[in-house]
């Protein structure tokens, strides 16, 4: 009588178990990413109603805010030369599909990871709900929130400085 043949079956059985485990892994995290993008461009057309709590005291005036320039500097992204500077105009989003207005190159970052907009005098940054997460200063990223000069923004391998003139 063989005995490898039950430690052959079951060697067979946790192969398919962990293929299907793993399919279904690749099936959720495509399914988040969708949804994300569906309600990326929801909110297309201004921050959320819950995030009034970004204006800080010492927050520029308004009449400021046109003289600030604010730029997103590369430290280290794949596709990107370090150094390379980001104007930032309005809304901007970031990720991997057409749609962002700052292509990453990165296999973690979802097709719209996350945007940065301006709000009452101030910069934010948010999560659009990404498969890995948005890190603000090493900082995961739960709720939108405010940048300010010197903050280091990362998503997967890519890692930028916000700066303000």
């Known amino acids: 009588m063989n005995t490898l043949a039950p430690v052959s079956v079951a060697l067979k059985f946790g192969f398919l178990l962990v293929l299907y485990l793993f399919l279904l892994w690749v099936a959720r995290s495509a399914f988040r990413d969708l949804r994300g993008r569906e309600l990326g461009n929801s909110n297309a057309a201004g921050p959320p109603m819950d995030a009034t709590g970004l204006h800080s005291a010492s927050a520029p005036l308004r009449s400021d ?37 700052i292509r990453l190159e990165d296999p973690f970052a979802s097709s719209q990871h996350a945007r940065i907009y301006e709000q009452g005098g101030i910069f934010a940054i948010e999560d659009l709900r990404s498969t890995n997460g948005t890190y603000l200063n090493e900082e995961q990223l739960e709720s939108p929130r405010p940048l300010h000069s010197g903050d280091r923004v990362r998503i997967g391998d890519s890692e930028f400085t916000f700066e303000v003139d």
């Open 65 to 101: 805010i046109s003289k600030q320039t604010p730029r997103l500097t590369v430290e280290r992204a794949p596709g990107h030369e370090p150094g390379m500077i980001y104007d930032l105009e309005g809304e901007v989003v970031l990720g991997r599909g057409n749609q962002a207005e």
